[in-house]
């Protein structure tokens, strides 16, 4: 099988020693497919001798052209956390640390133990579709002295109005992204990224969520927020011509020698957006389907059709109004009314338990990927920010943008080639 990290992949070693080439085949899942669930057998990792079906033995390779974590298919479990380094911390401590992380990373999902005093949280386990990304803030380069190195693209994202961000839960020097198709893998993984911290660097905030399990439904398909709805439909396809310039940074783009080292990267936007989950089970289905002009069940558009069929902004109902109404959330989000603007979402949901007003601390980890933040998320947002339906439900409560690096070469560690080159 093939080492790319845009597909999860059943380890060939595995799978040829147990249940053949036959078995193999069709095991490895596309980037965009959902979670695609057979019965395999393969050896557990570590020398165990259980046998790990397919979700177990699912592995998301760590070197490649990209990092993964971004067309990966969502995972069940995720926790994203930011660091910062510590007090007289720089660009060699840094450089050590993304060295140390690289290494675990590459070794968590593959399947086998960390390096040193392994936490032995998921000795059980096969690699999960587990992965490990990892990205730099703002501040990182004034803490590491490569401020000339730090690409515009960086640059602080604007207010909006309706923001009611916590700096403690914002930005940070350094963010990792875990996900996994199981608790204790991911788990697992946190643990080992926090012990390779050392004194280096600290946690600055944590973040913990979940999608649907692999197989929790008849046939693969588009996952659910908390609010109910189908959410990720009209999402950039890898199929689509111009996904790659969307989604990442040129390779040799037009833009400075300095900044050549995000070529293959994609810029992060992280967002804690809590849900008013009370005020929005109190709405009717009909203004629920109202506020995002999608059927809650199926997520066609409102204006008819399926799940897929494209949205008819134009088309005008018995009563005179446009039948997707002007502040529906996924038409002032569509591309075609923000300049083309677009962005791959991949979020986490969250749910912290119940908040001091007493309703639940629950939410969605807005996660989105881009080749620039404002050709994606920034227009989008300030136009959302002006008359989305949907903002009456939902706060953004934290914020960050991170510059994502390429996914490393054989030998390389993340962000090698800004550290040392
Ligand atoms: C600035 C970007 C966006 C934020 C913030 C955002 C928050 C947010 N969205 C939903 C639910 C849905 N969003 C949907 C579509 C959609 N949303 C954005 C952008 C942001 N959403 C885009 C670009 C799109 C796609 C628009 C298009 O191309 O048609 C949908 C519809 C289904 C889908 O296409 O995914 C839902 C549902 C929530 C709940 C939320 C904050 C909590
Ligand atoms: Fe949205």
Redesign the pocket.
């Known amino acids: 099988m093939t080492e790319s990290n845009t597909d999860i992949e059943i380890s060939r070693r595995r799978l040829l020693g147990t249940v053949g080439a036959a078995g193999a085949t069709g095991l490895a899942l596309g980037a965009t497919g959902g979670a695609l669930v057979q019965s395999a057998i393969a050896a557990t990792p570590s020398g165990g001798t259980g046998s790990l079906s397919a979700v177990g033995a699912a592995r998301v390779a760590f070197h490649g052209e990209r990092q993964a974590g971004i067309t990966t298919p969502l995972q069940a479990k995720g926790h994203v956390l930011a660091f910062d380094l510590a007090p007289g911390a720089g660009r060699k401590e840094a450089a050590a640390l993304m060295r140390r992380w690289s290494e675990t990373a590459r070794r968590l999902m593959a399947g086998e133990t960390a390096a040193t005093a392994d936490t032995g949280i998921a000795l059980d386990a096969g690699p999960c579709s587990l992965t490990v990304t990892f990205g730099f803030g703002h501040s990182f380069f004034e803490r590491t002295g490569l401020t000339a190195r730090r690409p515009a693209a960086l640059d602080p994202l604007p207010d909006f109005s309706s923001d009611r961000l916590d700096p403690q839960r914002s930005n940070g020097d350094l963010w990792v992204q875990i996900g996994a198709d199981d608790g204790l893998v991911a788990f697992h993984a946190l643990r080992a990224i926090q012990k390779d911290a050392g004194d280096a660097a600290r946690v600055r905030w944590q973040m913990d969520g979940f999608n649907r399990s692999p197989g929790a439904t008849a046939s693969p398909m588009t996952s659910r927020?908390l609010?109910g709805?189908?959410?990720?439909?009209?999402?950039p396809k890898p199929s689509e011509a111009d996904f790659e310039k969307r989604i990442f940074v040129p390779a040799a783009g037009p833009g400075p020698a300095e900044h050549a080292w995000m070529g293959g990267g994609s810029y992060a936007v992280v967002?804690r957006?809590r849900?008013l989950l009370d005020e929005w089970d109190k709405q009717s289905l009909a203004q629920q389907e109202q506020v995002?002009g999608?059927n809650k069940a199926t997520?066609a558009p409102l204006t008819g059709g399926s799940e897929t069929t494209a949205?008819d902004l134009d088309k005008i109902g018995p009563d005179g109004k446009a039948v997707i109404p002007a502040n529906a959330?996924?038409r002032i989000?569509?591309?075609a009314q923000n300049g083309g603007a677009?962005?791959l979402?991949r979020p986490f949901s969250f749910h912290d338990g119940t908040a001091e007003d007493g309703a639940p601390d629950a939410?969605?980890l807005?996660i989105?990927w881009q080749a620039d933040p404002l050709r994606g998320?920034v227009p989008?947002?300030r136009k959302?920010d002006r008359g989305d339906a949907?903002s009456a439900f939902?706060r953004h409560e934290s914020s960050g943008l991170y510059a994502v690096p390429p996914g490393p070469r054989d030998g390389e560690y993340v962000g090698q080639r800004l550290l040392e080159g």
């Open positions: 927020n609010m709805q189908v959410d990720g439909t009209n999402n967002r957006i849900m995002i999608r997520g949205l959330h996924a989000s569509a591309p677009a962005m979402r939410g969605l807005f989105c998320f989008v947002q959302l949907l939902i």
